[in-house]
């Protein structure tokens, strides 16, 4: 299982798309997000709320499903570093459930590896669209980043790399492409006898 994670435009989605079309052994999965028209609403209203709770539905099952030995190969854009960075302020009694799934994912053999992509926050603003700088503040884009490499500081899943996500794209690919290789070349021998 490789769990590519990082804020909003750090290239999360076009690694993912690139490490499954280069490899067609992997298969991506991506967790559910509002409605791009729901987005910068989100703090405000009780859809987000709603909304959550598919996602620890989602998270949990594909949880379950790796410790029983019946996912492999899966590339997660996004998991559940996200659910812990883009916590709201008061929500912290869901760390718990965060810090089990952590747990039980580090458990599991292989465990996971976690691809943290990371870029200043000047340079996410730069790119973030006119209706997610309507969500975006440039004081949440910095609590977000934060809450990443806090995640980062704290997660039990032992393989876990930071990347620059301010290279070009085929420079970042290249960055992830040869830290998934390294880390899980089991996987790719597997792969080559096939």
Known sequence: MIIIE???????STICKKLESEFPFLH??????PAKDSRFS?????????FSLIQKAE???????????QLRN??????HASEYAYLEEGEEKD???????????????????????HAPVEWI???????????????????????????????????LQLVSSFYNIDELYYQVSKF???SMPYLFKEAAHK
Request: with cysteine.
């Open 6 to 12: 990082g804020i909003d435009k750090t290239g999360k």
């Open 28 to 33: 991506c999965f991506r967790i559910s997000r």
């Open 42 to 50: 989100m703090h405000q209203t009780q859809y987000w709320k709603e």
């Open 59 to 69: 998270i949990e099952l594909i949880t379950k499903l790796r410790e029983e030995g």
């Open 74 to 79: 899966l590339i997660l854009d996004r998991f």
């Open 95 to 117: 760390l718990n459930y965060i810090w089990d799934i952590d747990r039980r994912l580090g458990e599991i053999s292989p465990p996971p590896i976690i691809i943290l992509l």
């Open 125 to 159: 603003e730069d790119r973030l669209g006119e209706d997610e700088l309507k969500m975006f503040s440039p004081k949440h884009v910095k609590r977000y980043s934060e809450r990443f490499h806090e995640f980062g500081r704290n997660t039990k899943i032992p393989q």
């Open 180 to 182: 998934v290789i390294k």
